[in-house]
């Protein structure tokens, strides 16, 4: 790796590009008087002594004693060490301001329609909002699904929500059973925890949470997906409702036909 490749790598550490050309310079040097710096980085003298100052600070190099200004490279390992307690320190005092922060800030608004709750989350960071959303549910959990699936089953979450006393209702699409990957296992879910209905076709994916907050799946014309989240009581209502029409024209497990589960039991 050539010296201006390592200078790009110690820049996205934090040191300046002036601090990583001095980093380097001093490696390996035990007694380098400023003017050494200089001829070995690079670096012109009015710009080196700040960057030497800074490296010191950060605990990428060390000032010898002596007569003259002498400074010394902190080996490579040694640095990052500094470096690694100096972003956890950071971090840490970060979070204590932020929870401070937290403790005195307006609460956020409300659910009506116009709020500014309502937002576009893309399709990488859907399962991480579902699973949130599922996970800090206080009473209610009703979620549909359509075929393909984009989200493997998870009975032990189920199992918790459960545990919770929160009423958990999936609709689940009855071709997703046929999925060699996970319709084993969505025919296990819905045998162990009572919370599935299959029907023939679900309009469209979507969750809604405590009677309060709708998310729904966006098609973009690119083929991209992306969840619409809206906190407001009267959509939740009217998609409870959907859900209540498709809940009701659902079969649970023990009503499938016999020949179909067996076709699905033969890929466990």
């Known amino acids: 790796m050539n010296r201006d490749e390592w200078i790009q790598k110690l ?47 950060r605990g990428f190099a060390e000032q010898v004693l002596g007569d003259v200004k002498l400074f010394r490279g902190i080996p490579p390992e040694q640095a990052f060490e500094n470096y690694r307690r100096t972003i956890e320190d950071s971090l840490t005092e970060a979070q204590a301001h932020m929870a401070e922060l937290s403790s005195v800030a307006p609460d956020a608004p409300g659910d009506d329609p116009g709020s500014l709750g309502i937002r576009l989350v893309r399709s990488q960071q859907i399962k991480a909002l579902i699973d949130e959303a599922v996970e800090s549910a206080e009473s209610e959990v009703l979620i549909a ?4 699936l984009v989200m493997p089953p998870d009975i032990e979450q189920d199992k918790r929500v459960l545990a919770r006393g929160v009423k958990l209702k999936q609709v689940v699409e009855k071709s997703l059973l046929h999925d060699p990957v996970h319709g084993a296992a969505t025919l296990q879910e819905a045998e162990e925890t009572d919370t599935v209905r299959f029907i023939e076709h679900v309009p469209l994916r979507f969750l809604v949470v405590d009677r309060r907050i709708a998310m729904m799946e966006l098609n973009e014309e690119d083929g991209s997906t992306m969840a619409l989240v809206v906190p407001n009581k009267g959509l939740a209502e009217n998609m409870r409702r959907l859900f209540s029409t498709l809940w009701a024209q659902g079969e649970a497990p023990d009503q499938l036909p016999e020949s179909f589960r067996e076709e699905v039991g033969t890929r466990e």
Request: proline share 6%; net charge positive.
């Open 11 to 57: 820049k996205k550490m934090g040191l300046s590009g002036y601090e990583a050309q001095v980093y380097l310079a001093l490696l390996g040097e035990t007694r380098a008087p400023a003017s050494r710096v200089v001829r070995k980085s690079g670096v012109p003298q009015s710009k080196v002594y700040g960057a030497l100052t800074s490296l010191v600070e």
């Open 145 to 148: 699904v359509k075929d393909p």
